[in-house]
């Protein structure tokens, strides 16, 4: 099969289609997907962002001046009561929380333990002053205090609070000072001190009830003290979403506690600002991480939240910028509504993303349009195609970068079949830290690999290096009787063609009827001439947790039953079919083993194809 010719591979008698020219694919929708796939009253997503998207609200010319005066550093009670004594610390209104948290976790914290994906630590053995470390998804959910939603869901207020109280003031007296930059320490990164703020303020009726009035005041003090920090550290923050976290912490502030409308002026500006540029021009975050577009859409929802308690709407800019955020993030999900494993990101379960969902007020449906954000989605029937076509994200944006160009993952009726291994971004959990780095090798997506090497450079701390700067991506619906059309991708990246000279395409051709895809991965000299001598390659193809996989006799295929009874067959055109094992992180971010099916060989410098076939025996 090639790039101009019919895709045909496996036994006789099976479809071709042939690869010719067609309209630019819309996706089919089917019956049976989540409520936000289903048509109605929806808003379109995928439409670019006018420049009023991420305009600072229309305010008068007084309120500029209050903006401009506290950004010069003039206090907000010298601007609102300059004759006045500053207000004493309290709460202006109490907060509806609207996102939920673990039952689970929240019972573990009120027996003794932070639970975070599966891993239980101690509270008395936590070092809340951060001189001893603790693995970054303990370290995130300890300083930023997400753990309060979890104990909030697990009991009533009686219950949870005292629990809510002694942590909050084991952490207060391992913290007695701010340092005067951000970085000292993980309590004091932008992103932990800015979500901290805004989780105080949502669940301050856990931490500010009881009857200790020393602590209430401590804790009082500590929201207006951490308010100060951030509004003179935000610009300091590590990377734009945690910017964006550090500027909700300020709006929160600035809408409950006393005196704040200057600090909500200064905050909202900033808060918009940041979000433009976290922001791509079809709601995707540069970071292409699913797990960012989930954080950013948590924060704004949150924030909202704070709105509400004081009966204020909030810019329509943000507004706007919810809605924009949510089509990409529900272009990743498969049809049970969970969650595809990409850049980091774990299968989140459909039921904490549509509570997500359900929170933003958002109804849409996943992107079409796809531009920056990169993932090609493709609804046939019963089967969901994703497909990474963009490079890496910038170094600048990633937290958790991946190798992943033109790998893909394959779903039908809810039920896996190829995907990626995922985890990288709860690596400290029962995921060891030591894999992070693996997880977000090429070899741990669903593509093909060169020389076992990364088609990008994966470096330590999340960042990424050189490798794919450009990907090529060609979309087409194929005509054909009813069942046999088909859509049609074809991408290439040039993360080989320095080292190798070669450049990796890739097709993939989904009949209407979800039963079958077809593909190859085609090697092209990137010079125009191709050099002496081979390399050796493999093409991975990471299955399904649950599926039982056996070789054929001929090597060249394998056979596929998976946990709902269906059985799928693989064929391959060339090179030698094994089975491996591997690893997948489940929706709690938990290890779970799991089998990949691995062509290898070696291939001529001077290029080379390799067509397989994965269809839907029964």
């Not at 914290?109 to 809340?128: E, N, S, T, Y």
């Not at 603790?134 to 949870?160: C, G, I």
């Not at 190798?403 to 009726?413: G, I, P, R, V, Y």
């Amino acid at each position: 099969m090639t790039a101009g010719d019919e895709a045909a591979v496996g036994e006789g008698g099976d479809m071709a289609i042939p690869l010719g020219e067609g309209a630019e694919a819309g996706v089919s929708e089917a019956e049976g997907y989540p409520a936000y796939e289903q048509p109605g009253a929806l808003v379109e997503p995928g439409r670019a962002l006018a420049l009023a998207d991420f305009s600072p609200p229309a305010i008068g010319a007084g309120e500029r001046l209050l903006r401009l005066a506290y950004r010069m550093g003039i206090s907000g009670s010298t601007l609102t009561a300059p004759f006045r004594k500053p207000a004493k610390p309290r709460l202006l209104a109490t907060v509806a929380n609207p996102l939920p948290g673990s039952r689970v976790a929240g019972t573990a914290l009120r027996a003794g333990h932070f639970l975070v994906h599966g891993v239980k630590a101690p509270i008395a053995q936590i070092d809340f002053a951060g001189a001893a470390r603790m693995t970054p998804p303990l370290e995130r959910v300890v300083h930023s205090f997400a753990w309060l939603a979890d104990l909030e869901a697990s009991a009533p207020r009686e219950q949870a609070a005292p629990v809510a109280e002694r942590v909050l003031a084991a952490w207060l007296a391992a913290n007695p000072k701010m340092p005067t930059r951000p970085g000292k320490g993980p309590a004091w990164s932008i992103a932990n001190a800015g979500t901290r703020e805004l989780n105080w303020l949502v669940h301050a009726p856990l931490i500010l009830s009881g009857s200790d009035k020393a602590l209430r005041a401590k804790v009082l003090a500590a929201l207006s003290e951490t308010a100060r920090w951030l509004d003179k550290n935000v610009g300091r923050a590590e990377d734009l979403l945690a910017e964006v976290a550090g500027w909700c912490g300020i709006v929160a502030a600035g809408l409950l506690l006393p005196e704040g409308k200057p600090r909500r002026l200064f905050g909202e500006a900033g808060l918009i600002r940041a979000l433009g540029e976290l922001v791509g021009d079809d709601g995707g975050v540069l970071a292409r991480s699913p797990m960012q577009q989930i954080e950013a859409i948590a924060l704004l929802v949150r924030l909202r939240a704070c709105y509400g308690a004081v009966r204020r709407d909030p810019p329509q800019a943000l507004e706007a910028i919810l809605a924009l955020l949510v089509p990409p993030l529900l272009a990743l999900t498969h049809g049970d509504g969970s969650l595809g494993s990409w850049q980091g990101a774990w299968a989140i379960d459909a039921a904490d993303l549509s509570g997500l969902i359900a929170a933003s007020g958002v109804r849409t449906r996943p992107l079409r349009d796809v531009r920056q954000w990169g993932y090609q989605r493709v609804v046939a029937n019963k089967s969901i195609l994703q497909f990474d076509a963009a490079p890496p994200p910038l170094a600048k944006h990633a937290r958790t970068g991946c190798a992943s160009t033109l790998a893909f993952e394959l779903s039908h009726a809810g039920q896996r079949i190829v995907v990626n291994c995922g985890g990288a971004a709860c690596a400290g959990g029962l995921v060891p830290v030591r894999l992070e780095q693996g997880l977000r090798a090429t070899a741990a997506h669903s593509t093909l690999v060169l020389d076992d090497a990364n088609s990008t450079a994966v470096l330590m701390g999340g960042r990424i290096g050189g490798g794919v700067s450009e990907v090529e991506i060609d979309r087409r619906t194929l005509g054909g009787e009813k069942g046999t059309g088909a859509t049609r991708l074809e991408a290439s990246h040039n993360g080989y063609a320095s080292r190798y000279g070669l450049t990796h395409r890739r097709i993939l051709i989904l009949r209407d009827d979800g039963t079958e895809l077809r593909g190859e991965d085609l090697l092209v000299p990137s010079g125009g001439k191709g050099k002496n001598g081979k390399v050796g390659f493999a093409i991975r193809f990471h299955l399904g947790l649950g599926i039982e996989v056996g070789l054929s006799e001929d090597g060249q295929g394998a056979g596929l039953a998976l946990p709902d009874g269906s059985y799928w067959q693989f064929r391959s055109g060339g090179g030698q079919v094994s089975i491996e094992e591997s690893i997948w992180a489940d929706g709690q971010g938990r290890p779970q083993p799991i089998q990949q099916l691995v062509v290898q060989g070696l291939v001529s410098r001077g290029g080379g194809n390799f067509a397989w076939l994965l269809k839907k025996m029964g």
